[in-house]
């Protein structure tokens, strides 16, 4: 089983707005990521966990604050966010961090009014 | 330079030919290469890794790996419309897992 499950699929919110992204995996996997993706660009890695552990953020604004309850579970927290903050949101997880194999979750598209 | 660069397409090829993707990388430490398949709206998909040089098939899938030339490219075989997506190359910076992604290459397989 190599499933990497987002909630919710699509987040509408304003810029004054709280709100939470989920993820979860249940493959035992140590290393989670946060990725933003803009229409036609690639990826663009955010936040990395490695064994629950914030490991890399890649000088990502405060109004984006990831957090790791646990071993399965990865959460994005969002405030006062900015139109220009719409995308999509993609969660992945590898079983390691040694250049090891990333699945990806299907992915939050959210829009920032 | 980009650390990893690609064409970005589109490549239109006819149903039944081969598509060869290809992508280029800076980082000669670079141990593993990987290959997803997007579709639009959709989130990455593994096609294919490769750690060592030479070929690797899957199906109707090749990736092929040169080191020396800091070259890995996919190739699809008998390729079909349901192929039609942006394939993105992938490789893990040196240190930790972090992949830097290529723009990707659009292609297109008409019938």
């Known amino acids: 089983d190599t499933e990497v499950t987002q909630t919710p699929k699509h987040l509408v919110m304003g810029m004054t707005n709280k709100k939470s992204l989920k993820c979860e995996q249940h493959m035992g996997h140590r290393a989670m990521y946060w990725y933003k993706q803009k229409a036609k660009k690639p990826p663009e890695l955010m936040f990395v966990y490695s064994y629950e552990k914030l490991s890399i953020n890649e000088s990502v604004p405060s109004r984006f604050s990831p957090e790791c309850p646990n071993s399965s579970l990865l959460n994005l927290h969002l405030h006062a966010l900015q139109p220009e903050d719409s995308a999509l949101y993609l969660c992945?997880?590898?079983?390691?961090?040694?250049?090891?194999?990333?699945?990806f979750g299907p992915g939050t598209r959210l829009l920032v009014l | 330079q980009k650390e990893v660069e690609q064409n970005s397409g589109p490549l239109s090829v006819p149903e039944g030919a081969i598509a060869s993707l290809n992508c280029t990388y800076s980082?000669?430490?670079?141990?593993?290469f990987f290959w997803y398949r997007q579709y639009s709206g959709k989130s990455p998909e593994l096609i294919m890794f490769i750690y060592s040089n030479g070929d690797k098939e899957d199906g109707r899938f090749t990736a092929q790996l040169n080191k020396a030339s800091q070259y890995v490219s996919l190739l699809i075989r008998d390729s079909q419309p349901s192929d039609s997506a942006t394939y993105l190359c992938?490789?893990?910076?040196?240190?930790?897992?972090?992949?830097?992604f290529g723009g990707g290459t659009r292609l297109m397989v008409k019938p």
């Open positions: 980082d000669r430490g670079s141990q593993s």
């Open positions: 992945a997880s590898s079983p390691g961090v040694a250049q090891e194999t990333q699945y």
């Open positions: 992938a490789v893990p910076r040196q240190a930790g897992n972090m992949l830097t």
